[in-house]
């Protein structure tokens, strides 16, 4: 099987640049995965011979007929890594590891897979494609106001997102109470996976939180949260017998280190099954998509928020 490729997904910072980047940050072996390395495997998981045979198979049309499963890619990038590591001997690296690993992978970041469309993909110009070196951000791709019409199929509905909210109030894990609060702010889940609980104060007009900016170094954004997230963080707090210096959203494995991005998607997509008809949409991405996207076309914001320097 071969995973059609199109110029988005080429382009710096989305696509296959953002699924690149998680490959390499959640390798598990203890040697790093080169960027080269990852672009080949990757390349070779969708189906083509090398990442060169990759970038000179872009096409500019798109369908929604297109759209194919994650499930079947998945399995195809299972193979090309699992041959990757008994051709290299990577003694420190188990079966479990690996799956963890392919099922990390953002996949829908590709248009293959439902990813935000831009206009492009409808019979105008495309614009000229760079293939994407992995930066040092991770970023989401960028949010129209006034998206094609065929875009509300990579979307979560108002009324799922209605869902999601009421039943916020009902989960019995405190942390992923918070986490959801949070994450309905719009704000990116690798951000919000750094939070600690120093970051979230109390003033006259709510409780807000600081949080770094991934896309914009030595910067912070400061979000007014919801009501009644205080009195939920401060109860997670004092239950799990945490300090102001810690982190809210830990892995399970190191608790001084933030959740990977695969116990971060796995939590989210745990409860997006609940409310989420279409598996292909429960993931963090679509998720702050959905929200960003259904509060411009309302012309409010998730919440208000402030950006500033340290």
């Known amino acids: 099987m ?39 495997l990757l390349s070779r998981g969708l189906g083509y011979r090398d990442f060169l045979d990759l970038t000179q198979s872009v096409l500019e049309e798109h369908s929604r007929e297109d759209l194919i499963s994650q499930d079947c890619a998945r399995d195809s990038l299972s193979t090309a890594i699992y041959t990757h590591w008994q051709s290299s001997n990577l003694n420190d690296i188990d079966q479990d590891d690996l799956q963890r690993l392919v099922m990390s992978l953002p996949l829908d970041e590709m248009v293959a897979f439902g990813a935000f469309q831009t206009p492009s993909l409808h019979g105008e110009h495309a614009p000229s494609t760079q293939v994407a070196q992995v930066d040092d951000d991770m970023k989401a791709p960028p949010i129209s106001a006034s998206p094609p019409a065929s875009s509300e199929a990579a979307l979560i509905s108002e009324s799922e997102l209605r869902r999601i909210r009421g039943d916020i109030t009902t989960m019995n894990n405190l942390r992923d109470r918070c986490l959801f609060m949070l994450l309905l702010t719009g704000r990116r889940a690798n951000e919000i996976k750094l939070a600690r609980f120093r970051d979230i104060v109390e003033t006259e007009y709510g409780s807000i939180v600081q949080i770094q900016l991934t896309k914009a170094h030595h910067k912070n954004s400061i979000s007014i949260l919801p009501p009644g997230f205080l009195d939920a963080v401060k109860l997670y707090k004092r239950e799990a017998n945490l300090s102001d210096d810690d ?64």
């Open 247 to 310: 982190l809210l959203f830990p892995s399970s494995t190191q608790a001084g280190t933030p959740m990977t991005a695969y116990e971060m998607n796995k939590t989210i997509v745990s409860y997006l099954r609940h409310t989420v008809a279409n598996p292909a949409l429960r993931s963090a991405q679509v998720l702050r998509r959905s929200i960003n996207l259904t509060c411009g076309q309302s012309n409010e914001a998730p919440l208000p928020e402030i950006v500033g320097a340290d």
């Open 2 to 40: 071969r995973v059609p490729i199109y110029a988005p997904d080429l382009q710096i910072a989305q696509g296959l640049a953002c699924i690149t980047k998680v490959l390499q940050c959640e390798w598990p072996g203890s040697e790093p995965l080169p960027l080269t390395a990852a672009q080949q």
